[in-house]
């Protein structure tokens, strides 16, 4: 099976293909093996983006990523690749493109962007919902409405470095404490924002030492919001410069309905939902490409960025079914 050749690579506990890595360059050789033994036209842009191209409507395009974040799960970013390359060959038509660096603020798509495309007529991708609603719906797939914006940055708190044993606890600096403070701050403040969720991922402290007072203490923050508004609130409630930002970005009419109209005529519950997670969708989104994803249930709760990510055979032969469909819609051969 094509997803457990793509785990396979770089060893466990988990996926570890991160981006700039020698796993996500063997996960793109053996895509793009994959295309070519479909009879695509295989190239790679200046990016390093990986496309495979069929002789008709290949201003279409499918996909989504193969890098991953350390320790992650078999299905994410790797299902949308291997399911529209199926997809692709099911309906004869379209182009399967493979983003770099998706994990790291989708390095791949943006870069195509930036460099004024070329940019497809309409993108589909198909992922994941890396959360609980469809599982708790009993709905197998979903269709996504708009996928929400995001803010990161680092905050850096200051404190003296001392004697663990003999400095007094009234007498002490402690940057850690501080920043300790400043998280449960964060959490407290984003419950006051509707649809705002913050994460403190990273932590780091100096000088480290078991026994020594902690003096500097750096954390990230990643912030997110359905909408521009409520993200500029997030910020300014957490009180941190992002060093990247994006905006929320609306799906596209055109292909979101045909999604449905797919899923409906499978006698499926039509589910729509907005993602809380980035996508390369979002980006081309942005950039006035006609965009839509199509969200296949995730189980175990809805965990993902874990080797417990789990999606069913079962939605998955679903999911193909509907992306080959609507790629024929699209992209008709």
């Known amino acids: ?12 506990p988990g996926a570890n293909r991160p981006h700039g890595s020698a796993e996500e ?7 793009s093996r994959w295309m070519d033994e479909a009879g695509l ?17 290949a201003d279409v395009w499918v996909g989504s990523h193969l890098d991953t974040v350390p320790r992650g799960g ?17 309906a004869g038509c379209g182009t399967v493109v493979v983003f770099r660096g998706e994990e790291v603020g989708c390095i791949g798509s943006r870069a195509l962007v930036a460099r004024g495309g070329p940019l497809p007529r309409a993108f589909l991708e198909l992922h994941i919902e890396q959360g609980p609603v469809l599982e708790r719906t009993g709905a197998p797939l979903g269709v996504v409405t708009s996928i929400v914006g995001y803010a990161r940055g680092e905050l850096f708190f200051e404190g003296r470095a001392g004697h663990a044993g003999t400095t007094p606890m009234d007498g002490r600096d402690d940057a850690l404490v501080a920043a300790a403070e400043a998280i449960l701050r964060i959490r407290a403040a984003v419950r006051r924002i509707e649809g705002g969720v913050a994460t403190v991922g990273q932590l780091a402290v100096e000088p480290g030492g078991s026994n020594v007072i902690p003096e500097r203490v750096r954390i990230s923050v990643d912030a997110r919001a359905p909408d521009a508004k409520r ?16 905006l929320p970005a609306a799906m596209g009419e055109g292909p979101r309905r045909v999604l449905l109209e797919e899923v409906e005529s499978r006698g499926l519950p039509a589910i729509e ?5 980035g996508h390369d ?12 994803m199509l969200f296949v249930r995730s189980l175990n709760g809805g965990i993902s960025h874990n080797p417990e990510e789990l ?15 609507a790629i024929g819609r699209l992209a008709p051969a």
């Open 1 to 12: 099976m094509r997803l457990e050749q793509l785990y396979a690579i770089g060893g466990g």
């Open 25 to 31: 360059d063997a996960a793109h050789a053996l895509a």
């Open 41 to 57: 036209a295989v190239e790679v842009d200046q990016s390093g983006n990986l496309l495979g191209r069929s002789p008709v409507g």
């Open 74 to 90: 078999r299905f994410d970013g790797a299902l949308g690749v291997v399911a529209g390359l199926e997809a692709v060959e099911r």
């Open 231 to 246: 993200l500029d609130r997030l910020i300014e409630a957490i009180g941190f410069e992002p060093v990247h930002r994006t």
């Open 273 to 277: 939902l907005p993602s809380g997670a």
């Open 281 to 292: 969708a979002g980006i081309l989104a942005a950039a006035g490409v006609p965009s839509a």
């Open 311 to 325: 999606s069913s055979e079962e939605d998955i032969a679903l999911a193909v079914e509907v992306l080959g469909a």
